[in-house]
């Protein structure tokens, strides 16, 4: 659902829909998922308008990020554990992609030098203090404080991988990414991603975070969820599920092949009409 808010965002305002595979977490990755995801793509007719890119194959990127930011003395290394984090924070902090956080605010604890006799497991970038607001086309307008509700947070583990709100800060610049539309589930890790972009003297984009979908127990749909693959639906079913996706994005129905369903939605896409929050995902 969110490639196709994308698309349309995309199309509307005369741009460019750029399909990046952010693939990071080898020691999560499903073999062929990437594939899958692209295969799936294009049965709805959301092909990118570039070539793809593969974020496990910009690490010199990353590298070069990490070194501006070290430059500038806002990167650390951290020897915590995230059961130590989990035992002296005092609240939760927001859920995050890929596990990179602690479960808990950062307390602070390395950010004066790591313990004697400690290696370090993470860089974290020492998040700025003071409020930072932006305004989100679906969910108007947003603020956080990362330096009291997240803490310092982290962008590269010790064992190499880079996490994900650097990746995408140093890819979004680099691909010239104007306005970035996503699920609603990565709302609350904007606020980095802009302390990240301010550091690196690089611009933000405008942000459109789209409805969560879940199932009846609230719980996000995908396949861990009972949710089928996309290669397994027929093409009268690839058909009712992206007029499903329109339909959860607040938009008219409309019927015919996917590039046709596409063309018609966008004639009439209005993002006012996009839901907040999370929807209950309808039957295909």
């Known amino acids: ?37 692209l295969r799936a793509l294009g049965r709805f007719g959301l092909e990118s308008d570039r070539e793809v890119v593969f974020q496990t194959r910009r690490s010199a990127l990353y590298e070069a990020a990490c070194g ?7 990167l650390f290394p951290c020897a915590c554990t995230r059961a130590e984090l989990a035992r002296v924070a005092s609240a939760p902090a927001p859920d995050d992609p890929g596990d990179e956080e602690p479960i808990s605010i950062y307390p602070g604890t390395c950010r004066s030098g790591l313990p004697e006799g400690r290696a370090a497991r993470c860089l974290r970038f020492r998040a700025p203090a003071g409020p930072i607001l932006f305004e989100d086309a679906v969910c108007g307008v947003q603020e956080q404080d990362v330096a ?18 650097l990746a995408v800060v140093v890819d979004d610049a680099a691909q010239g990414v104007t306005q970035v539309v996503r699920g609603g589930d990565l709302l609350s890790s904007t606020a980095r991603q802009i302390a990240l972009q301010r550091a690196l003297s690089l611009p933000t984009p405008r942000y459109a975070h789209l409805p969560v979908v879940v199932g009846p127990d609230g719980a996000k749909l995908g396949k861990r969820a009972g949710a089928l693959p996309l290669d397994s639906l027929d093409e009268r079913r690839v058909r009712a599920s992206l007029s499903a996706a329109l339909s ?28 907040k929050g999370s929807v209950q995902a309808p039957a295909v």
Do not use: C, T
């Open 148 to 165: 009291a509700e997240v803490g310092d947070f982290v962008v590269q583990r010790a064992d190499g991988p880079f996490a994900y709100q």
């Open 68 to 74: 501006a930011l070290r430059h500038r003395g806002l």
């Open 1 to 37: 659902m969110a490639a196709v808010g994308a698309w349309l965002f995309a199309r509307q305002a005369g741009g460019e829909f750029l399909v990046r595979i952010e693939d990071l977490d080898r020691a999560r990755e499903v073999k062929g998922s990437a594939d899958e995801i």
């Open 248 to 275: 959860i994005l607040g938009q008219w129905p409309v019927d015919g092949a996917p590039n046709q369903m596409l063309a018609q939605a966008l004639v009439r896409f209005d993002p006012a009409r996009i839901p």
